[in-house]
């Protein structure tokens, strides 16, 4: 494996690491989690102009983006709130680890 790819997956691990410790220590953690939420709205914005004009969309798609975004909103809301009542080492494992463990469940739900 490149070393860049193992750089940039450290990177990241940190990154992702600090914002969530970043929210646990913060005041305010419903508005930190939308500055997140804007900061990289604002990064993937260009990407997002770039695929429209370049990529096919279905309305599968495009629902399915929309879902996928209604979700990431409850997520964050929820994020916050348990940063606010519980500490990082519980929340953190808790909420990083369910998509992983829930995902291919749902996914062998929708198949068979």
Not at 27 to 53: C, D, K, M, R, W
Not at 61 to 76: A, C, K
Request: with cysteine; net charge positive.
């Amino acid at each position: 494996m490149p070393l860049i790819i193992i750089f940039i997956v450290l990177i990241s691990t940190f990154l992702h690491a600090t914002w969530n410790f970043l929210i646990k220590k913060s005041n305010h953690p419903y508005e930190y989690v939308q500055l997140l939420a804007l900061i990289s709205g604002t990064i993937s914005l260009p990407f997002a102009v770039f695929f429209i004009f370049t990529d096919k969309f279905t309305i599968s798609g495009i629902l399915l983006s929309i879902l996928s975004g209604l979700i990431h909103v409850f997520y964050f809301y929820f994020l916050g709130t348990a940063y606010k009542k519980a500490d990082l080492s519980f929340v953190y494992p808790i909420a990083r680890g369910t998509a992983v463990a829930l995902v291919p469940l749902v996914v062998l739900c929708l198949i068979t």
